[in-house]
């Protein structure tokens, strides 16, 4: 009978900790859902990592032990370029692919930020397409000491950005390689100390265009970019 009693607390904790295991190894998991036949050709064209201790306080209130002991989190921030005739619909369904992919890879990626264009000459101002944002509560700062050390994704969520232009971009829409020749001549540094009224008559004799065409390629190509 001793030996019985004895026996059964032992149980008793081995099953409590079974349960905390399978409750640690739920609660640890982000199921992504997307639709796989509606996902786009789409290419990477920049992609990198970065990582910094996860904070909770202010960097002050940390002794430097503490800061020393600190995990750290890793973002990925990514640029990929897809097709200007995209939808909605698809550039939703690529992004969180691309997430489910990355994270699958590199289960320690604790953020993850994707830009999409259409033009990867506009990589680095902005994002011409939409852009995506997977982190807790889909917010950034928010990755604690405890969500990087053990990867818990359980309160992880999207934030999808999408311009309105998205899936309404035809092909007479685009602009050409002269026009955006001439918009990127425009928007050159080498002007950013000039008036207009000093800039444009050297664009327009540089490609033999009047004033009217300037600003029509202009207002083309810039609404294009929005």
Known sequence: MKRILWVLPVLILLSCNETRNNKTKTES???????????????IEESEFSSAKALTRKLSDYSTQELK?????IRLTMSIVVPYDISKESIENTLKSIVYEQSKKNKDIDE??????DDKNDIGKGYTYGKLLWSPNAKTGNVT?????????TNYNFEIIIKDKVGKVTKS??????ELEIYNEIMSE???????????????????????????????????KQ
């Not at 998991?29 to 290419?43: H, P, Q, V």
């Not at 002991?69 to 989190?73: A, E, H, N, V």
């Not at 993850?112 to 264009?117: Q, R, S």
């Not at 000491?145 to 994704?153: D, F, M, S, T, V």
């Open 173 to 178: 829409d685009l602009p050409t390689k002269r």
């Open 29 to 43: 998991e982000f199921k992504i859902d997307f639709d796989a036949t509606k996902i786009s050709n789409f290419t």
């Open 112 to 117: 993850i930020v994707i830009f999409a264009y």
């Open 145 to 153: 000491p405890e969500i990087a050390k053990n990867n818990i994704r």
């Open 69 to 73: 002991d600190l995990p750290k989190f």
């Open 190 to 224: 080498k002007y950013w100390d000039m008036q207009e009224e000093q800039s444009e008559p050297i664009i327009m004799k540089k490609f033999k265009i009047s004033r009217k065409e300037l600003k029509e390629i202009w207002l083309k190509v810039a609404k294009h």
